[in-house]
Every structure is written in structure tokens, then in C-alpha cells.
């Protein structure tokens, strides 16, 4: 069991590297003749006001296992209101996909096993539609990165989607209620090689009901914890944080949390503390000592 895990762990930490590889020295290798294909499902028609799903898929004849794409749609036309990650093919995230910059979803990740084959989903997309007329989805950006130990990075094929948008009934989906809080199946501090001020937490998170919405980290360099804030895979950490704690949610606020205590640090940061506080309680007992026989 403990051999499995430590297999996991090596597993894991290399594909991090190698992904810091990747997006560090974006495009190092080029694989010529993309044979892999990105499309969008989604209704041809629907009324205004109405909400549908848009699946990203992906189709492929070679083995891939990291993808750099932007999907880009009309937003005069489609109001984005939510992003479901379960059930991709990808499950680690270099960033959760969000919805900060209208017009732009980017999915940025990769996964352990390496994928080939068709409808390969990658995420998908509620919309809705707030305006007559044509709307667009095409992918901006279309990179993926061959599981080949090399990184060799291959342009993917992309099929546009659009869909009319005009008057009529409007449709709304019903939700599936997501009572299950996310899978934190992996959480580990490494260090990095390149900054000694930092260690990276790198983690691995799925939910299958709803999807990850987003995950946060805070530490602790003495007393008390730093403020949540949303973090990237892996996320930097100061390298004198003796506890970090993590936490995940999913599209319906289901949460998990662990922490991480990494008592050597814990030790050097407080040492001086304790051994100045030994030192002056055994002073004080000393003193009460000498004060009772005086006594």
C-alpha cells in the first residue's frame, strides 16, 4: 500500500514538473499535422432568454495528456453563467476554469492517464441566450501536448459552432442537486528546485456531480493563518509555512478542506521562542526556589 501511494506521489510530482515545463517554455517541440480534432456541442436553435450546455469534446488518434485552449464566444449574445468540470478527461488543473473574463474561457490542465479516442470531454458550459440573432463559439486557442515524455506540443484541428438565437418560449435547465462535497485525492508540499523562498502545493481534486468551482489555500508562518485565496496547480507557498491549509468547493458549494503541518519548519520558526521561554521558566523556578529557603 505505502509502495502504491509513494508510485502516486513520484507520478504526480513529475507530471507537475512537467507541465511547469510546458507552460514555462511554452511550444519548446512542434508536432506537425494535427490528427486531433476540438468541437462544440450545443442546439442549433433556441429562444431567448432560454439556457443550454455547451460539451467540449475533443477526438483524437494520438495520445495526449496536457491542453492549452480558450474557448471564445459572443458574449452580446450568450451570458456564460456557469462552467462543469466533472467527469473531464482532464484532473489536474493548472487554474479552475472561471468566468472572470467575458468572452474567454480558458481550460488549462492535463491529465494523468493519457487520452486517445473520440468525444473526449473536456468541460462544459452553461449558457444563456440574451439577444436575437446569430451567436458564435470558437476556440481561440487549440494546443495540446503529446504523451510522448517529450512534451512535443500538436496543433488541434477546431470546428466552430453557432446556433440562432430568436423569440419563443424561453427554456431553463433544471439542476441536478449536488449534495457530495469534492474528492481531495491528492495534497502534497514539494519543494522547488528554482527558488529556495517557496515550496509548491500541488494538489488533485475531482467532483463528479456538479465540478470543481474552485480551490483556495491559506498557511501559517507563526501564530496565525494568512487569508484564503483562490490558488493555481501547483500553487506557491513561502518555504517557512509550517501548516497549509486547502480548501475545495463545487458549483453548489459543497466543500472539503485538509490541512498539511510540516513540523521541521514548525520547530526552526518557533525554536528560538521555546528555548528563550525554557529558559525563563527555568529561571523563575529558580528563583522561587532560592526565595523559599530564604524564607
Known sequence: MKEKILGTKIRFSLLLFCFLAI????????????????YIDIPATISVDSEFEANVFIDSDISLNAYNIVVAYSPD????????????????????PNLN????????????????????????IRFKAIQKG??????????????????????LERESASLSIS????????????????????????????????????FLVRDNGSGVKEAMARYRTWIFWSEWTPVDNPAAIPSNAWAVGFRVADNFENQAA??????????????????????????????IGRIRKQS
Open 101 to 124: 473574463k467575458p468572452g474567454e474561457i480558458e481550460i488549462v490542465g492535463g491529465s494523468l492517464h493519457e487520452f486517445t479516442g473520440s468525444q473526449g470531454k473536456l468541460l462544459t
Open 77 to 96: 449574445a450568450l451570458l456564460a453563467e456557469e462552467i462543469n468540470n466533472s467527469n473531464s478527461i482532464i484532473d489536474v488543473w493548472q487554474n479552475q
Open 134 to 155: 446569430k451567436a458564435t463559439l470558437v476556440f481561440k486557442t487549440a494546443e495540446a501536448y503529446m504523451a510522448n515524455g517529450k512534451g512535443t506540443k500538436t496543433d
Open 167 to 202: 423569440e419563443g418560449t424561453p427554456v431553463q435547465i433544471t439542476e441536478k442537486k449536488d449534495i457530495n462535497p469534492p474528492e481531495i485525492s491528492f495534497l502534497a508540499l514539494e519543494e522547488d528546485p528554482l527558488n529556495p523562498n517557496q515550496q509548491f502545493l500541488s
Open 23 to 38: 507552460f514555462f517554455l511554452w511550444g519548446t517541440n512542434f508536432s506537425m499535422g494535427a490528427t486531433s480534432k476540438l
Open 258 to 287: 485538509q490541512v498539511i503541518y510540516y513540523w521541521p519548519i514548525f520547530l526552526k520558526n518557533f525554536f528560538p521562542i521555546l528555548l528563550i521561554a525554557v529558559v525563563l521558566l527555568l529561571f523563575l523556578m529558580y528563583r
